[in-house]
């Protein structure tokens, strides 16, 4: 059976023409108000309470509209981005070195290998600076230097010092100042915050997302939510490879059912492995932890120069020692970006030179800068990373070199989105990390807060109003047909879950998924290996249908329920990641195909054939997909091999 098909080429029409500064504020010139007597006729639905969701609900209802916020954790502060350690950018240039909001633009453009839209990135770099301004005037703890002016350090892929920080808490902080924003509206009476709930089936009546059934997961009780439109903010996919940094909740399920409805899914294989995590112990694991990218701001990357040197490290004198970044990048150094630093850390284990029990990991050492900075000035900066680290590994990083190694954490993929976050789907808008928008096939360090933030307290707001002013939508309740067909989708489909009462956990079907994307669609793909995994998919994804047991009823509080719908949408994601991967016949960013590659290893693009955004069409269960392409133009930043030589 063919993998897929090809179907018409699509467009972003939103973004306006002209010089590419003015673009965002012709396009907000443009766009048509809602008046504040209409808006508060007008209800949103966001799903997500993260920094995109928060954000975004907050900044919505302080409009006027009225907001319907939905998550799954028990508070809307414990959204995943409060795991967010290392620090957010903008282009405030406050070090004076150099930094500007062109700047910005120009190295995510060329740190996400030229798979982005120009006019979204140049937006993102804008907005950056109101984003810093926004986030200290609600009283987000950023580090400041002795002077008390902000702090700022480097993260990958940038040679300025454009990252804001809150030591190694910077999500949390952000999104306490989010949450609090929310809450305010919430005591307002302007936001239904709705915690605990998920989201499980789109609404779409006369071709507009209208809204959602949600499952109260304490109590089990089904219920449908209409609204003017829907945002959904639900974060990434990381978590299809069961092994990644990200929170163990973290789904595509929203974003999956949404496709289903009729919303492109764009570039499903963009996956981020993240150079710095603390390397795999044992198959115990059900989750991977990050060391900060910020780490490399002082900590020295290097491995044996001899294979299968088992010395104690501090025992290896230094000309014994690679310094294998600062060997191969001497102008990046350590700060390259997190693909190259991911490859370069897989090339040298697989060279032999890997270190601690499994191999499979490198030092990342901070003797250097603790003899030049001292102990205390470390701790002030990486204290809270330090001390996860000895809790987890029992060694003291003060002493010993850490030992890291790459993990999945961040997937640049998403619901295609126009310029206005708009889905395929009218009235469907997707921010943050669900949508595929800002971060081409890498995502620097850092700006993944930066867009979410963007897109919730800056961007949504003025363009989803667009969208409302041109109501008003038809009055629809929850007995419309469509609405009750989709309630009766979700009823059914967990029934079905029920019915199974096979012999197998749902997690043990989630662990061997992710191996098969680890080993085929992770840090290197091969045609081979990607129809292999393709074939293994659906063969366990037949099994899981069959075999799977989920225990307890759909009427409580049940766990293995919620994961048991969240795998079975995970079977169906992979296959189209390894589809697109296998399609996308270059490398580029996060995507290292191994038939091309540079002499020295590199990603080797081929901008004739691929420079666009792959946006699928789910057609039927079963049936191949469609694939769109739309052409991604470079007027401002030239495409070239990417160097950080
Ligand atoms: C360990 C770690 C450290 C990181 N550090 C940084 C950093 O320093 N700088 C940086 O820029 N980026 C960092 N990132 C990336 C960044 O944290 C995330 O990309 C970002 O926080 C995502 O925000 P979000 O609002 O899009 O989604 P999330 O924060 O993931 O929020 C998703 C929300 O959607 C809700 N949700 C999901 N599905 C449903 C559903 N079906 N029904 C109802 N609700 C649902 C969840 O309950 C949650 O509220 C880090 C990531 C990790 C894993």
């Not at 999945?408 to 295609?416: I, R």
Request: glycine residues 10%.
């Amino acid at each position: 059976m063919e993998l897929f098909t090809e179907g018409d080429p699509i467009a972003d029409t939103k973004a306006p023409d002209g010089p590419i500064e003015k673009r965002w504020d012709t396009r907000r010139f443009e766009a048509k108000l809602v008046n504040p007597a209409n808006r508060r006729k007008m209800t949103v639905i966001v799903v997500g309470t993260g920094l995109a969701g928060g954000s975004a609900a907050a900044t919505l209802a302080e409009q006027g509209y009225h907001v319907k916020s939905y998550c799954y954790q028990d508070s809307p502060r414990r959204a995943h981005s409060i795991a967010a350690q290392g620090g957010i950018n903008a282009a405030k240039n406050y070090r004076n070195d150099g930094d500007s909001v062109h700047r910005l633009f120009y190295d995510t453009v060329k740190g996400g290998d030229f798979r982005s839209r120009e006019s979204n990135v140049h937006r993102l770099a804008e907005v950056s600076v109101n984003i810093i301004d926004q986030c200290v005037a609600q009283g987000v703890p950023f580090a400041r230097e002795y002077g008390g002016l902000l702090d700022t350090r480097s993260f990958g892929g940038a040679q300025v010092q454009r990252t804001f920080y809150a030591r190694g808490q910077t999500g949390q902080q952000l999104l306490l100042g989010a949450y609090q924003a929310l809450e305010r509206q919430i005591g307002l009476g302007n936001v239904e915050m709705n915690a605990r709930h998920e989201m499980l089936e789109l609404v779409i009546v006369d071709g507009k997302a209208r809204g959602i059934v949600v499952r109260d997961l304490v109590t089990g009780e089904i219920s449908t939510e209409m609204a003017d439109a829907v945002v959904l903010a639900s974060g990434g996919y990381g978590n299809v490879f069961y092994l990644s940094t990200n929170a163990k909740g973290c789904n595509v399920t929203a974003t999956w059912r949404a496709h289903r409805k009729g919303a492109y899914f764009a570039n499903p294989c963009y996956t981020q492995i993240h150079p710095t995590c603390i390397p795999v112990s044992g198959d115990h694991q059900s989750k991977l932890t990050l060391m900060s990218e910020s780490l490399r701001n002082d900590g020295r990357v290097w491995v044996p120069k001899a294979k299968g040197d088992d010395r104690n490290p501090r025992d290896i004198p230094e000309d014994e020692r690679d310094y294998y970044l600062e060997r191969i990048y001497p102008s990046f150094g350590n700060l390259v970006p997190r693909d190259i630093a991911s490859r370069a850390a897989k090339n040298v284990c697989d060279e032999g030179r890997g270190v601690g029990p499994t191999k499979l990991g490198v030092y990342l050492d901070f003797a250097d800068a603790i003899g030049r900075l001292g102990r205390p000035a470390i701790e002030a900066k990486y204290g809270n990373l330090f001390e996860m680290y000895e809790r987890i590994t029992g060694e003291d990083p003060y002493e010993v070199p850490m030992r890291i190694y790459p993990a999945v954490h961040y997937t640049m993929g998403g619901l295609w989105v126009d310029y206005d976050l708009q889905s395929s789907i009218p009235g469907l808008f997707v921010i943050g990390e669900a949508n595929f928008s800002d971060h081409g096939a890498n995502r620097l360090g850092a700006s993944a807060l930066m867009q979410g933030l963007a897109d919730g307290y800056f961007v949504l707001p003025t363009t989803i109003a667009n969208y409302l002013a041109s109501g008003p939508l038809d009055k629809v309740d929850a007995s419309h047909p469509a609405a009750v067909e989709a309630r009766t989708d979700v009823e059914d489909r967990i029934q079905r879950l029920l019915a199974v009462n096979g012999d197998r956990t749902v997690d043990s079907f989630h662990r061997e998924l992710g191996q098969i994307m680890w080993e085929h669609c992770g840090m290197e793909r091969s045609d081979a290996g990607l129809r292999k995994a393709i074939g293994e998919i659906r063969d366990l994804r037949e099994s899981f249908w069959q075999r799977v047991k989920v225990s307890g009823t759909g009427e409580e509080l049940n766990q293995s329920l919620e994961k048991a719908g969240r795998v079975a949408d995970f079977f169906e994601l992979a296959e189209l990641m390894c589809i697109d991967a296998l399609h996308r016949e270059e490398s580029c960013g996060g995507h290292f195909r191994a038939e091309h590659q540079t002499p020295d290893g590199e990603a080797q693009r081929d901008d004739d054939r691929f420079a666009y955004v792959a946006a699928w069409e789910f057609t039927a269960t079963g049936e191949p997909s469609v694939l769109h392409k739309e052409d991604l133009k470079f007027e401002y930043v030239h495409p070239t091999q990417r160097s950080y030589k």
